[in-house]
């Protein structure tokens, strides 16, 4: 839940923004207390874990990323080197020709 709200609506100025206590983002049900971040430890732990998860499937994201980068070199090479094997075969001919002319 978001705790900016952002209205378009010009020239309401008498409209004042209710002070809301702001809610534990995890459980999103106990209100925070001064500095709190989360309401309680149980809430701390749920979010660290939450925090490793999330971690976890971006590390996961990034190597899926670089084998992709990694597959579509392996397949650019390969067509390289299949150009100059190809190449190659095709100026040994062209000697072969010229040794029998
Ligand atoms: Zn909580």
């Not at 095709?90 to 029998?100: F, K, L, V």
């Amino acid at each position: 839940m978001s705790s900016l709200d952002t209205t378009s609506e010009g020239g309401s100025k008498s409209v004042r923004t209710p002070v809301l206590a702001s809610l534990c983002p995890v459980c999103e049900a106990s209100e925070l207390r001064g500095r709190q971040q989360v309401c309680s430890a149980a809430c701390r732990r749920k979010r660290s874990r939450q925090r490793e998860a999330h971690a976890l499937a971006t590390e996961r994201a990034d190597l899926v990323a670089a084998l992709d980068r990694a597959e579509w070199h392996h397949q650019r090479e390969a067509e390289i080197l299949q150009t100059v094997r190809r190449r190659l075969q095709m100026t040994a001919h062209e000697d072969n020709e010229r040794d029998q002319g």
